[in-house]
């Protein structure tokens, strides 16, 4: 939590920390939070009645599919959703041989600084065609 929302929960170090302020500010503070408290008051509310809604349609949903004769398990292999599939990297497209270590790249995203040095110096990417 941090240290705004300690001094602001705890009693006696919020008085400490408004001791300074006016009736006038305290008011005027007081006013603020009052209307953050409505704010989330009805926030709440709508909150649930929207809950409310959402159930009283699921139970609706659940009535039809009871009078057609149908259950959840019917709808097993409807309500699973497929997995995303992961697909395969790239094979390597272009390699150069740096100190004795083999540097590969697929040609997509950011060309490599050895490629960039190399192909900066005359060479082709052709040169490094695996």
């Known amino acids: 939590m941090s240290e ?3 001094i ?3 009693g006696r170090r919020f008085k400490a920390a408004v001791k300074e302020l006016s009736v006038e500010e305290l008011r005027d503070l007081a006013d603020k939070l009052d209307k953050i ?4 008051e ?3 509310e709508e909150e ?3 809950m ?3 159930n009283a349609k699921i139970e609706e949903i659940r009535q039809q599919m009871e009078a057609v004769g149908l259950s959840i398990d019917d709808l097993g292999g409807v309500a699973v959703k497929a997995t995303a599939k992961k697909r395969a990297p ?5 390699q150069i041989e740096v100190d004795g270590e083999m540097v590969q790249w697929t040609g997509q995203g950011r060309m490599p600084t050895v490629f960039k040095n190399e192909i900066n110096k005359g060479r082709s990417m052709e040169d490094f065609l695996i």
């Open 4 to 6: 705004f929302l300690e």
């Open 8 to 10: 602001l929960t705890h």
């Open 37 to 40: 408290l409505v704010e989330r």
């Open 42 to 44: 009805s926030m709440a």
């Open 48 to 50: 649930e009645q929207a």
């Open 52 to 54: 409310a809604a959402r």
């Open 90 to 94: 790239r094979p390597a497209k272009y």
